[in-house]
């Protein structure tokens, strides 16, 4: 595996290469990221994982300062997953002077959900992934289902922008009881992570009432927000400060007109803070 931190070396060292796939990471490797880079093995012969924590991104820097950093451990990890090149750059090698340009992304992406609760967010994770294409072109880059809003935003992002490279989205790999595995987990005490889990088991919840109900007269949107705000209450009662369960059909990133057809499009997002960490996470229905 090489570890490389230059754009001339990058550079020379994809010549060589001929298929290439991208797998974009903030670091604090986990397992999540690790099935990206098995998901991108299958399909290249050189993956290229990159490490850099995009300040521009976050809207509270001390949440870019408290991000988990643990690049030794990252490396260990990307190398036994045969990793093949880690690129980590610096933020001056990213932005090598003040970057007044940014991609923007239709409103409908980015002013919902987490666009709500995270400023520019979309905007600014578009110009970074973009610069990845820039640097690296790669033929494919993997895009975990977690962050769903964000794949959904980047895959448009590509087709929008004939980057010629294609997205693959992988699945949300979870712990034992069913929290998504995310490096702001790290944050969580004890008897936070003990009661974690409870987001998503209020997304199961919410799926098996609409793998129940599909098919009945009731099943409109008044239904699926009865749904959304029975699960906001049941997360606030245990303790969160949920900010959105959103019920939307997945394919168009919108509120589905007409639930009983679109029932198999639907996906449910949520995010919830436990304490000082902020969480997210969501539920395909089919
Ligand atoms: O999902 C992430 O870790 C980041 O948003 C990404 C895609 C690496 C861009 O900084």
Not at 44 to 52: K, L, N, P
Not at 151 to 165: E, P, V, Y
Not at 168 to 190: K, M, V, W, Y
């Amino acid at each position: 595996m090489k570890v490389i931190d230059n754009i001339d070396v990058l550079k020379s060292e994809l010549e060589k290469r001929r298929r290439v796939a991208l797998v974009p990471t903030m670091g604090n490797i986990h397992e999540g990221h690790l099935s990206l880079v098995r998901q991108a093995k299958k399909y290249v012969d050189t993956v290229v994982c990159t490490v850099f924590v995009n300040k521009l991104q976050f809207n509270e820097r001390a949440d870019f300062l408290n991000y988990p950093r643990t690049i030794d451990d990252d490396l260990k990890k990307l190398e036994m997953n045969k990793t093949d090149i880690v690129f980590l750059p610096t933020g001056e090698l990213m932005y090598p002077c003040e970057q007044e340009y940014f991609i923007e992304v239709p409103e409908y992406i980015s002013k919902c959900l987490e666009g709500q609760f995270r400023g520019p967010f979309f905007s600014r994770v578009a110009t970074v992934v973009m610069k990845f294409f820039f640097l690296i072109k790669p033929d494919i880059a993997v895009f975990g289902k977690k962050d769903f809003q964000q794949a959904f935003m980047i895959k448009k992002l590509c087709i929008q922008f004939s980057t010629q490279c294609t997205i693959l989205l992988g699945e949300t790999i979870r712990d034992f009881d069913g929290l998504a595995l995310s490096s702001r987990n790290s944050h969580l005490s004890s008897s936070e992570r003990a009661k974690a889990n409870q987001m998503y088991r209020t997304l199961v919840n919410i799926k098996e009432k609409i793998l129940k109900n599909n098919e009945l007269e009731h099943f409109n949107l008044k239904f699926l927000s009865q749904l959304e705000d029975t699960g906001k209450d049941k997360l606030n009662n245990e303790g969160w400060e949920c900010e959105y369960i959103k019920v939307i059909n997945k394919d168009l990133f919108r509120e589905p007109i007409c639930p009983k057809t679109e029932w198999r499009q639907l996906i449910v997002l949520a995010a919830a803070r436990l304490g000082g960490t902020r969480l997210i996470d969501n539920i395909e229905i089919v």
